[in-house]
């Protein structure tokens, strides 16, 4: 599977954006989705990720309650639904997709990515 994230761009801090990811081919529903982010000068992270039928999803405790994942399988994309964005929230943000099961949050896990897109959040 192919994945192309986009959707970033420069925000205000306490604002909101969507980020989307597109997945070539017709088994997308076959993977359970995830997002990852990489600020400047730090190692990946776990974001938040959603099982194949859309339920459950799971979160890194540094976006709950901010941050929506989900996804629609008919359009072949996953979504990140991001609201009272911080600047700490900047970062390159990649989807990823995993043949595995269970609420995995580890990038090893993750068997296809896709080139990320870039938010900035202003303070």
């Known amino acids: 599977v192919q994945l192309q994230a986009f959707g970033g761009g420069l925000v205000q801090a306490g604002g909101s954006l969507r980020l989307s990811c597109a997945a070539s081919?017709?088994?997308?529903?076959?993977?359970?989705m995830g997002w990852f982010r990489q600020a400047p000068g730090k190692e990946r992270e776990f974001v938040a990720t959603?099982?194949?039928?859309?339920?459950?999803?799971y979160y890194a405790d540094s976006v709950k309650g901010r941050f929506t994942i989900s996804r629609d399988n008919g359009k072949n994309t996953v979504y990140l639904e991001m609201n009272r964005l911080k600047p700490e929230d900047t970062a390159v943000y990649s989807c990823?997709?995993?043949?595995?099961?269970?609420?995995?949050?580890?990038?090893?896990?993750?068997?296809?990515w896709g080139q990320g897109t870039l938010l900035t959040v202003s303070s």
């Open positions: 990823a997709a995993s043949t595995a099961y269970g609420s995995i949050s580890s990038e090893t896990l993750y068997n296809y």
């Open positions: 959603i099982a194949r039928s859309g339920a459950p999803t």
């Open positions: 081919g017709r088994t997308f529903s076959m993977y359970r």
